[in-house]
C-alpha cells in the first residue's frame, strides 16, 4: 500500500462535515480527513501553530474548501495560500452550497483547482465527494515539497 | 506696406488732361484758321468778318462740348448723391429704431455718438453717457482682460474684437451683451474711432443658465436614481446569494441525513417509514429544483443583455446535446428548418430554447411517437420562431396563466415541473423587445412562439 497524506477539510457546518465524511468513508479515505472549522484554523493548520504545533511536517494531498465561513472565509483562505511560497501547490477545490458566478471567477483568478456545488440530492453529493477523493487523493500526482 | 493713392491726384489730372487738350486744340486751330483765312481771303473788311463768324462757329461748338460734358458730370454726381442718402437712410433706420445698440467712441473710448438702443440697453440717458467712458460699462470680473483687448484696437493691433460679456447698467444690474467693437484708422494706419455695436443677449444667457442648472439637477437625480438602483441591486444580490446558500444548505442536510438513514437502517425500518423518508427524500429535491429555478429567474432579471449576432441552427444543436441524456428512450421525430441569424444574448436565448425544447419533449412523452417541428417566419421588422410538437396541449381558456411564475397547467403528478421556465422565457424575450405567445389544444399539441426584433 501506499502512504496517503491528509485531506484537509475546511467546512464550518458540523452536518456537512459528517455527510462529506460518510461519502468519502465508501473510498476508505475517511481516516484521512482532518476537518477544521474555518478559514483561521485552516491556516493555524498549514502554518503549524495553534493545536496543530506538533503535527507531522506534512502539507495536505488536497484542501476541501466552503466558501461562506466565519471569521476567514473560503475566498481569503485561497488567497492566502496562494501567495504563500511554501503552501501554493496545495490543490483546492472548493465545494460550497451555491454556484455564484462573481465567487467562482474570483476563485479561478485565484488560482483554485477545481469549483464544486453541492447537490441538494444526497446521492449525487456522494458521487461527487468520492469522484473528488478518488482524483485528487488517489490520481493526482503532486510534485515533492 | 500698402501704398495709398489719394483720389485727388487723379481728379487734377483729368482736369488738366481736359485743359491741356482744349488749349492746344484751341491754339491750333486759331493759327491754323487765321492762317487758312490769310490765305485765301485779302480783303481786309471780308476778313474781319470772316474772322468773326469763325470765332463764333468755334464757341457755339466748344459751348455744346462744355455743356455735354457738365451735363454728364452731374448726371454721375445726382447719381452719387442719392445712394448717399439712401444708404443714411438704412443706416439712420437702424441707428435709431434698430435693436442693436451702436456707438462710436474715441481713442479714449469716450463715447462721440451713441443710439437710442444704446442706451436704452445701458439705462443710461444720452448726456450721462457721453460723460463716461466704453470701459466703465464692464463688469468687473473681465474688465483688465477686456481692457488689454481694446488697447489692441486703440493701437490699430487689431480692427475688431468680439465676445460676449456682462456689462453694468446705471442701475447696477448686470447684463448680458455680445459686442462687436471695430476700429476705423486713418490712411496712415492711426486710429480715427471706434464703433461699437452691443446686443442685449440677456434673456438668451438666463435661458442657458436655466438648461445649465436644469441639466445640473437631472444629472444629480440620475445618479441618485442610479445609486439608490445599485443599492437595490446589491441588496437583491445578497438576497439571493442567502437563499441559494442558507436554503440550500439544510435542504442538503434533511435529504443527506435521510437517506443516510434509509441505507443504514433499512432492514430495522418497517415498509411505511420508508416510503416516509423516500417522500421526504423526493420534497427535498424538488424544493432544492425550485430554488436553482427561482435563482436562475432572479438572475435572468438582473442580467444585462449582450446583443451579439446569433447561429440560431448552431445554438438549436448545442441545445439538443445538452438534452439528449432525457431524451435516451423516447422515439422523438425532430423537423428542423433552417433557421435565420438572429440578434440578442447568446446565453438568454439559449435558456429560451433550452425551456421550450424541454416542454416539448416533457409533454410529448405519453405519446407513441413524438413530433416536434423548430421553425421561423420573417417579415420586415421580426423574426419569429417556433416550437410545434404533439403532446398533451392545453386548453386555451388558461394561456394567460402560461407566462406566470408558478403558474402550472398541469398538476405535478402528471408533469413535474417548477412554474418557473416560461416566466422565464416571457422575461428574456421581453429583455429582447420581442414577444412570446402560445398555441394549443388539449390533446393535439402546442406551439410556442416567440419573435425577436431584426437589428
Redesign the interface.
Known amino acids: 500500500m501506499f502512504e496517503l497524506k491528509t485531506i484537509l477539510l475546511v467546512e464550518d457546518n458540523p452536518q456537512d462535515v459528517e455527510l462529506t465524511i460518510e461519502a468519502l468513508k465508501e473510498n476508505n479515505l475517511s481516516n484521512h480527513v482532518v476537518a477544521v472549522g474555518d478559514g483561521v484554523e485552516a491556516m493555524e493548520y498549514l502554518n503549524y501553530e495553534g493545536k496543530f504545533k506538533n503535527r507531522v511536517k506534512s502539507n495536505p494531498i488536497v484542501m476541501l474548501l466552503d466558501i461562506k465561513m466565519p471569521r476567514m472565509d473560503g475566498i481569503e483562505v485561497l488567497e492566502a495560500i496562494r501567495k504563500n511560497e511554501k503552501l501554493k501547490t496545495i490543490p483546492i477545490v472548493m465545494l460550497t452550497s451555491s454556484r455564484e458566478e462573481p465567487d467562482l471567477k474570483k476563485c479561478y483568478a485565484l488560482g483554485v483547482n477545481a469549483y464544486v456545488v453541492k447537490p441538494v440530492n444526497f446521492q449525487d453529493f456522494m458521487v461527487a465527494v468520492k469522484q473528488i477523493g478518488i482524483f485528487w487523493a488517489m490520481l493526482n500526482e503532486l510534485p515533492l515539497e | 506696406m500698402k501704398t495709398h493713392k489719394p483720389n485727388f491726384l487723379k481728379n487734377i489730372k483729368f482736369e488738366y488732361k481736359i485743359t491741356l487738350i482744349y488749349l492746344i486744340f484751341g491754339i491750333l486751330w486759331i493759327l491754323f484758321s487765321d492762317g487758312l483765312l490769310d490765305f485765301l481771303i485779302k480783303d481786309d473788311s471780308l476778313l474781319t468778318k470772316f474772322q468773326t463768324f469763325k470765332g463764333t462757329i468755334f464757341i457755339i461748338v466748344t459751348s455744346v462740348f462744355l455743356y455735354i460734358l457738365v451735363r454728364k458730370h452731374m448726371q454721375n454726381l445726382r447719381i452719387a448723391e442719392l445712394q448717399l442718402i439712401e444708404s443714411k437712410f438704412r443706416f439712420d433706420k437702424l441707428h435709431e429704431k434698430g435693436p442693436f445698440g451702436m456707438a462710436i467712441t474715441d481713442k479714449e473710448f469716450r463715447f462721440e455718438k451713441v443710439n437710442p438702443a444704446f442706451y436704452t440697453i445701458m439705462g443710461y440717458t444720452e448726456t450721462e453717457l457721453r460723460k463716461l467712458t466704453f470701459k466703465e460699462l464692464l463688469h468687473p470680473d473681465e474688465l483688465k482682460k477686456d481692457v488689454l483687448n481694446i488697447q489692441k484696437l486703440t493701437d490699430g493691433i487689431v480692427t475688431d474684437y468680439k465676445t460676449e460679456k456682462r456689462f453694468i447698467r446705471k442701475d447696477g444690474q448686470i447684463i448680458w451683451g455680445a459686442l462687436t467693437a471695430t476700429s476705423t484708422l486713418s490712411n496712415d494706419g492711426q486710429f480715427q474711432f471706434s464703433l461699437v455695436i452691443i446686443e442685449d443677449i440677456t434673456e438668451r444667457k438666463q435661458a442657458e443658465e436655466e438648461i445649465k442648472k436644469l441639466n445640473a439637477e437631472l444629472e444629480f437625480k440620475v445618479k441618485l436614481r442610479t445609486s439608490q438602483l445599485e443599492t437595490t441591486n446589491k441588496e437583491l444580490e445578497a438576497f439571493s446569494?442567502s437563499v441559494?446558500?442558507?436554503l440550500?444548505?439544510p435542504?442538503?442536510?434533511i435529504?443527506?441525513?435521510?437517506?443516510?438513514l434509509n441505507e443504514r437502517f433499512h432492514n430495522d425500518l418497517p415498509e411505511k417509514a420508508i416510503h416516509y423518508l423516500e417522500t421526504i427524500?423526493n420534497a427535498?429535491?424538488q424544493?432544492?429544483t425550485l430554488i436553482d429555478d427561482l435563482?436562475q429567474f432572479s438572475?435572468t432579471g438582473r442580467q444585462e443583455v449582450q446583443h451579439t449576432t446569433i447561429d440560431m441552427n448552431g445554438l438549436i444543436k448545442e441545445v439538443l446535446e445538452q438534452i439528449k441524456p432525457d431524451i435516451e428512450n423516447r422515439k422523438i421525430n425532430w423537423t428542423i428548418q433552417e433557421l435565420p441569424e438572429a440578434y440578442g444574448d447568446y446565453s438568454l436565448l439559449k435558456q429560451v430554447w433550452l425551456n421550450l425544447l424541454d416542454n416539448a419533449v416533457k409533454y410529448t412523452r405519453n405519446e407513441k411517437l413524438a413530433e416536434i417541428s423548430i421553425g421561423s417566419t420573417e417579415n420586415q421588422e421580426n423574426i419569429q420562431f417556433f416550437v410545434r410538437d404533439n403532446g398533451v396541449g392545453f386548453d386555451m381558456k388558461y394561456a394567460n396563466k402560461l407566462f406566470g411564475v408558478f403558474q402550472r397547467l398541469h398538476s405535478h403528478s402528471e408533469f413535474e415541473g417548477t412554474g418557473i421556465g416560461l416566466a422565464n422565457v416571457h422575461r428574456i424575450i421581453q429583455k429582447h423587445h420581442g414577444q412570446v405567445w402560445a398555441d394549443a389544444k388539449p390533446s393535439t399539441g402546442a406551439t410556442f412562439f416567440f419573435s425577436l426584433p431584426k437589428k
Open positions: 446569494y441559494s446558500h442558507d440550500r444548505a435542504l442538503r442536510h435529504n443527506g441525513y435521510v437517506n443516510l427524500a427535498t429535491n424544493m432544492g435563482l438572475r
